[in-house]
């Protein structure tokens, strides 16, 4: 019978040998290895200076390109949408930074902003309280002359938005110019949603100037959670969608950062929505407000149709739409330099 002292010997005698196996191993490879792997590592930080480099030199191109289009904003944009109205529709964490770019384009556009309607993360509520509160609201008396937009197909998960919607969107834009509503009366309508929306008119004031004969609804600042990505963005497409009947024109915007995956615009340009609508993804740069006011302007052209604009895929290239084309001046006898035929911006 083999003792317990055998079988210590033996366990003690294999690691022993073990430990002397990689000893030795690693005595005799420690050279090549190490050459190896600092050569490797040399490579990766050489690898990152210059990839360092690279985002520095592209950084530096974006911000002069920006430069340029910020310098050259009042002359692309002059007279665009000259006497138009302008109302803003912000769903909650909407970028201030954004919106009040996007304000100075329109404004140096020649239009006027008739003020913010900032909607609440209640009124994206899809339990049933929510949704039985704004369909009562949306079903109030409301003043003569509130003319609402055909209702999209019904969707059970936001029928009280998608009610909410038609009403707010008739309440606050008017496609003729011609107002149907006094002030008075679409603040009225408004105040029918007490914790669904607030109103932020010019110069601080508690209500809008008057309806708008365009609209811009802008998209969070990030996309929202995907839990709640769904009904959100049905919601928020189903307001832009009454806004772009009830007026001249409505567009979907906001910064890069909240227009990728499971955002509103994400599900416009994708397909996935089921709706046509003009969206502009970069927002938040001064090339994306320049856009966002031109592409306002296109639905002052007859046939307009909408367009995906800016960087993210589906978007047409920025920087675009251009602006109508203009005459250039008649040749004069003896002058060469003048050519005839029309400019393109």
């Known amino acids: 019978m083999i003792d317990f002292r055998y079988h210590l010997v033996s366990i003690v ?7 002397i196996g990689i000893l030795i191993g690693a005595t005799a490879l420690q050279g090549p290895v190490l050459t190896t792997l600092n ?15 690279h985002n520095a030199q592209l950084k530096a191109q974006i911000d002069a390109e920006q430069a340029f289009a910020k310098a050259a904003e009042p002359n692309l944009l002059h007279g665009l949408l000259a006497g138009e109205k302008v109302v803003l529709v912000l769903a ?3 970028d201030s930074s954004t919106v009040d770019g996007v304000t100075a384009a329109l404004q140096r556009a020649g239009a006027s902003v008739t003020g913010q309607v900032q909607l609440t993360p209640q009124f994206f ?4 309280v929510t949704e039985q509160q704004l369909t009562a609201a949306a079903s109030k008396p409301h003043p003569a002359g509130l003319v609402l937009p055909h209702s999209a197909p ?3 998960q936001i029928a009280g938005q998608q009610a909410a919607a038609q009403v707010i969107a008739a309440a606050i834009a008017n496609r003729d110019g011609l107002a149907t509503l006094t002030t008075g009366d679409s603040q009225q309508i408004l105040n029918d949603f007490p914790g669904f929306l607030q109103i932020k008119g010019p110069n601080g004031s508690a209500s809008l100037s008057g309806q708008a004969t365009m609209a811009i609804v802008m998209v969070p600042h990030t996309v929202p959670p995907a839990q709640i990505s769904g009904p959100f ?3 928020l497409i189903s307001l832009a969608q009454d806004l772009s009947e009830a007026s001249k024109g409505a567009l979907l915007t906001g910064p890069i950062i909240g227009t990728g995956p499971r955002s509103a615009i994400d599900a416009v340009n994708n397909g996935s929505a089921g709706v046509s609508l003009t969206t502009v993804d970069n927002a938040d740069t001064a090339t994306g407000q320049i856009i966002v006011a031109q592409a306002l302007s296109q639905f002052l052209k007859p046939n307009a149709k909408p367009t995906a604009y800016g ?10 739409p251009t602006p109508s084309a203009s005459a250039s001046p008649t040749p004069t006898p003896g002058n060469s330099s003048h050519k005839s035929g029309k400019a393109r911006r």
């Open 39 to 53: 050569n490797a590592s040399a490579a990766e930080v050489q690898r990152n200076k210059s990839l360092y480099a």
């Open 154 to 156: 019904a969707n059970p």
């Open 13 to 19: 005698a294999v690691f022993l040998a073990l430990a």
């Open 311 to 320: 960087v993210r895929p589906f978007a047409v290239p920025s920087p675009a």
């Open 92 to 94: 909650p964490g909407y």
């Open 233 to 235: 963005n049905l919601a």
């Open 125 to 128: 509520d899809t339990g049933p």
